[in-house]
């Protein structure tokens, strides 16, 4: 694996491609909306656990969740 991973910079690029989603995401529904955009990954940073902790500490209105698998998984597959 670290030989895929030295192949595309040493690590995955995952988290800075999720925080460049979330900026473009945030700066767009802020055109009408007052909204906050918050990342939960199951495996690595930011887990799950805080980005619920935020959400909690929040006063929101109402939450929309966005699942973003990826394309080959198999929580995707279907028969």
Not at 33 to 43: I, T
């Amino acid at each position: 694996m670290r030989e895929h991973y030295a192949t595309i910079g040493g690590k995955s690029p995952i988290r800075e491609l999720t925080e460049l989603q979330v900026t473009a995401l945030e700066n767009e529904l802020r055109r009408t909306e007052n909204v906050s955009v918050f990342v939960a990954m199951r495996y690595w940073k930011p887990f799950t656990h805080v980005a619920i902790e935020k959400i909690c500490r929040g006063h929101f209105q109402r939450i929309v969740l966005i699942p973003m698998y990826p394309q080959y998984s198999f929580t995707t597959f279907s028969y």
